[in-house]
Each structure stands twice: as structure tokens, then as C-alpha cells.
């Protein structure tokens, strides 16, 4: 079946180096992903979103990489800092049969050390 | 702009109790969706609802769980017979249109079955 997946359950970085965090998604006919922020208590935040028709977005400090030949996405936060320690899911659109819904991956927790 | 109002956040029944969650879509969003976090594992898709209409139920159990979306008023995700697996973050995101590029999620109701 569908699913979303994350290749390494926690990430630990020092403050001022850059992240990455990977995805595996296995629908091939998935067109549209989003990265989420989930702190400790609250419900995920956008971060941002990438269409199947680019291999690149860039935002204000995170780029998402789509690499549809190996379906595996990553999201880069640079010059991390201590406010980005959280967990991130990236989730991709399914069109099922009555419309679209978002597939969770199980999240990536990333630490922040100062 | 209020966002997605989710209420209560944090709910304890006792095993066989009802839970009822509310969720409030944003303004203006006519879609919603409800999702459960279970500790340290992603978000898994249960159901999908319009103003009055249930549009993908695919992920909700059979038995003891049902959604609603009135006309008028919140949403509401309702448990019957509550168990000690039920126990976890339920939580509610809505959209203008039903796609996946507008969800905006609320903080969640945080179910504990004792």
C-alpha cells in the first residue's frame, strides 16, 4: 500500500551547522509534498512544499530536494538553531477515490545543540 | 483569523465512556479532516468531511467511531466505549477547497483512557 517513510527516527546537529532530513515515499504517482513542523504540544506547522513538476524550492532557510527517479525527499534547514529542534514529517498527496488527503511519514525528531 | 480551534485539548475518560472532539475549521474553510498521532509515530489519516457529508471515511475504525460535520457548528469526531488504545492526540486540520495545499491544523486533543 501507500506509505511514507523516514530513514532516521532522530537527528542531532550543533547550532550554526546545517540539517538534513530524508524521506522515502513509495506512490510513484504522488504530485504534490509538504514538509511539517511539530513542536512538543501543538499540531504540525507548514514549512514548505514542493510539486512534482520541480526538482527544488528554496524558503527562508529550508530547501526541499524531490528526487522522483529514487521517490526520496529531503528537507535542508541551514545554519540551524536552537527553535528548529521539533519533529518533521513530510507528507505527500494521494488522490484517492473521493479526493486528496495527506500520507504522513512516521517523523524525523531533530535536536538542536547550543 | 482565529485558526483551527480544537477543544478540549487534553480530555481523560475512564474505560467505556464517550469522548466528543470538537474541532472548528478556520474561516471560510468548508473541508475537514481528523487525524491520529499515536506517541512517537506519525499521523495517520482517518477521515475526511464536507459541510454535511462524509467524503472518505477510509481510516476510521468500524466499530465505536464516527464523524459528523454540521451544517452549523463544529466538527465533531465522537468515540463510544472508550479503550486504553484509544489513548492518544487527535487532530483536526481544514482546508478552502479540500486540497492538500491549504490544511491548516489545530493543537490537538490529547485523549487519555484510564
Known amino acids: 500500500g501507500e506509505s511514507v517513510g523516514l530513514h532516521l527516527p532522530t537527528l542531532s546537529v550543533q547550532e550554526g551547522d546545517n540539517s538534513i532530513i530524508n524521506c522515502a515515499y513509495s506512490?510513484?504517482?504522488?504530485?504534490?509534498f509538504i514538509w511539517y513542523k511539530q513542536e512538543s504540544g501543538k499540531g504540525p506547522q507548514f514549512i514548505i512544499d514542493?510539486?512534482?513538476?520541480?526538482d527544488k524550492r528554496q524558503g527562508q532557510r529550508v530547501t526541499v530536494l524531490l528526487n522522483k527517479t529514487v521517490k526520496h525527499l529531503s528537507l535542508q534547514i541551514a545554519a540551524t538553531q536552537p527553535g528548529d529542534s521539533a519533529v518533521y514529517f513530510c507528507?505527500?498527496?494521494?488522490?484517492?477515490?473521493?479526493?486528496?488527503?495527506?500520507?504522513f511519514g512516521a517523523g524525523t525528531i531533530l535536536r538542536v545543540k547550543s | 483569523n482565529a485558526g483551527v480551534m480544537q477543544n478540549p485539548r487534553h480530555l481523560v475518560r475512564r474505560r467505556g465512556q464517550e469522548a466528543r472532539l470538537r474541532c472548528s475549521p478556520m474561516k471560510g474553510h468548508s473541508h475537514v479532516y481528523w487525524y491520529r498521532q499515536l506517541p512517537e509515530e506519525g499521523l495517520k489519516f482517518m477521515v475526511y468531511?464536507?459541510?454535511?457529508?462524509?467524503?472518505?471515511e477510509s481510516g476510521m475504525p468500524k466499530e465505536r467511531f464516527s464523524a459528523e460535520f454540521p451544517k452549523e457548528g463544529p466538527s465533531i469526531l465522537r468515540i463510544q466505549q472508550v479503550v486504553r488504545g484509544d489513548s492518544a492526540a487527535y487532530f483536526c486540520?481544514?482546508?478552502?477547497?479540500?486540497?492538500?495545499?491549504?490544511?491548516?491544523f489545530g493543537s490537538g486533543t490529547r485523549l487519555t483512557v484510564v
Open positions: 507528507a505527500e498527496k494521494t488522490k484517492g477515490e473521493y479526493g486528496n488527503k495527506l500520507v
Open positions: 468531511l464536507q459541510k454535511e457529508n462524509i467524503i472518505d
Open positions: 506512490n510513484s504517482a504522488s504530485d504534490y
Open positions: 514542493i510539486r512534482s513538476n520541480m
Open positions: 486540520a481544514s482546508s478552502p477547497q479540500g486540497q492538500a495545499s491549504g490544511y491548516t
